[in-house]
């Protein structure tokens, strides 16, 4: 979901993990010992050019042994105070003073914290003040010049590269809106796999723990923003070729909690996106919405069946489609796909999905609720919805253009019964208790029309997602399925907010509401 921060911070999410971090930590930790190295013959060399021979070598073979017993186990302060002051992540796309200060300050707080623990632990063996001055000017000298000039190389390497056609920028890049959460996550790993240049739209509203291990990917580009923001989407959509809009709050109950932002994020901003992307020359736009725009019926439901929406969800929906298909031309080619009821584990796990509910409460509590046992659900796995979405992007625009494709597999249509039954083959010695309740949504789907004009079937099944939540329970990888983290509607109420960051954005959302 991509929520209420008004400002746009974009970074590309470049070094926290990985090899490179690792390289760039170790090549940090080597100018500490270079520093090191360098002000120990600087000392020995003042000393001597003072006339003072006799404390010259003296302080040459207290230095020597300062420097192997006492000053290089303590050298590690230094990487670890520079990661915290971002030397690995956001500093890469700093420039002038911004960048000097985070420099100054990381290196500054890494001097003092490595003073302050050779005072403290090592009283006895105490740097002599001439090192420590030397140390501090190589060191500053050192971190500050090295990054300086891989900056003026970076830069002439760019400009070599634009001269011969051959600029990174001019690559293929994808928006995803929302592409910090629970389908996002994986889809954003997809596309860089396949060699795609990503940028996110989103406000973390969940955090960036689902992306984080992406961090060092150089594909990655981040917009911290509010899909409901003007200057945020002019932003997101400069030089973007394609947009896959997945924002929205989702599910009934969340929606109901959220109604006002409901609409003017799940259908205004819908509006606003497709607005600007016409003005940007933006022609691929793929839409997620939901099976659950058909609410209930007693057949199987295709494209072509009428809608019948039983929720504000669902409406917010129906209307995103209705607003996306109008504005259809000859330049502007969207795709919407009806996702079916997603299941499964994700870098951003939720647990207010059916399936994945259950499971966890099968494998926590022994006991089961099933509302409505006989009522239908179309089933997909998020990894699947993930692919699936690759596989329209990648269609021929002529096939795909203007076009709704329910997203799933006729073959993972499931009553709620169903369902359970294959929890319980998982979890044997779970309770089912059935309880009827005011939840009318009853719907099968058919899939054939996505599997016969692209190609998409499912590879996943309900028992593959149940195995791997299990699997994920019982490891400890999600230690409480309950934290509200995992639960839109209880993180929404307990964590989050709504609300708009001004009024201009309030204005600009009831325009796009009530057009």
């Known amino acids: 979901m991509t929520g209420p921060i008004s400002a746009t911070n974009s970074y590309h999410l470049t070094g926290t993990n990985g090899a490179s971090t690792i390289r760039s930590m170790l090549g940090d930790l080597a100018i500490v010992h270079m520093s090191m190295l360098g002000a120990l013959f600087s000392a020995v060399i003042y000393h001597t050019i003072s006339g003072d021979a006799v404390i010259a070598n003296r302080v040459s073979q207290v230095l020597l042994r300062l420097y192997l017993f006492v000053l290089s186990p303590l050298s590690f302060i230094f990487p670890v105070i520079f990661y915290l002051n971002m030397f690995y992540t956001r500093y890469r796309t700093y420039e002038g003073w911004n960048r000097a200060y985070v420099l100054l300050r990381g290196t500054g707080m890494g001097l003092l914290v490595f003073l302050a623990a050779n005072f403290l632990l090592t009283r006895d063996a105490l740097m002599p003040r001439s090192f420590a001055i030397f140390f501090c000017i190589f060191l500053m000298a050192g971190i500050t010049g090295t990054r300086l000039i891989t900056s003026v190389f970076a830069k002439k390497l760019q400009s070599a590269a634009k001269q011969s056609g051959v600029d990174r ?3 293929q890049t994808i928006l995803v809106v929302g592409g910090a959460g629970y389908i996002g996550s994986l889809l954003i790993r997809k596309l860089l796999a396949s060699g795609k240049r990503v940028r996110v739209l989103d406000n973390l509203v969940y955090g960036d723990q689902a992306i984080r291990e992406m961090i060092s990917h150089p594909d990655l580009e981040l917009m911290v923003g509010d899909c409901r923001n003007i200057q945020s989407v002019v932003a997101a959509l400069k030089g973007v070729n394609e947009v896959i809009h997945l924002a929205a709050i989702v599910g009934d109950p969340a929606c109901d909690q959220e109604r006002q932002a ?9 509006r ?7 003005g940007n020359g933006i022609n691929r736009f793929i839409f997620a919405s939901s099976c659950s725009v058909y609410g209930m019926t007693d057949y199987t439901m295709d494209e072509q069946s009428a809608v019948h929406p039983i929720s504000l969800y669902a409406q917010t929906k129906v209307d995103s489609e209705k607003a996306l298909l109008s504005a259809c031309d000859d330049n502007f080619h969207p795709t919407i796909l009806r996702l079916a009821t997603v299941f499964g584990n994700s870098p951003r796990p939720r647990f207010d999905l059916v399936i994945n509910l259950l499971t966890a409460r099968a494998f926590q509590d022994k006991v089961i ?4 046992g006989q009522q239908w659900r179309p089933f997909i796995h998020v990894q699947d919805v993930a692919d699936g979405i690759l596989c329209v992007l990648n269609a021929p625009l002529e096939t795909v253009s203007g076009e709704i494709f329910n997203l799933g597999d006729s073959r ?4 709620l019964a169903e369902a359970a039954e294959q929890i319980v083959r998982s979890f044997p010695d779970t309770k089912v208790e059935h309880v009827e309740n005011q939840d009318r949504r009853d719907y099968r789907v058919s899939f054939e029309k996505i599997r016969q004009r692209v190609g998409f079937q499912c590879k996943r099944t309900l028992e593959d997602g149940i195995h791997e939540l299990k699997r994920a329970l019982v490891e400890k990888t999600i230690l409480n399925y309950q934290d509200p983290y995992y639960n839109n509607l ?3 109420q307990t964590k989050s907010h709504t609300t708009h960051a001004n009024g201009a954005d309030a204005r600009v959302m009831a325009a796009f509401v009530n057009q």
């Open 272 to 278: 606003m996106l497709i607005e600007v992307a016409k």
């Open 169 to 171: 920028s001019a690559r």
């Open 369 to 372: 609720t099933i509302f409505n």
């Open 262 to 270: 409901a609409l003017e994020i799940n259908y205004a901003a819908t």
């Open 490 to 492: 209880k993180y929404l």
């Open 412 to 415: 993972m249509n499931y009553t």
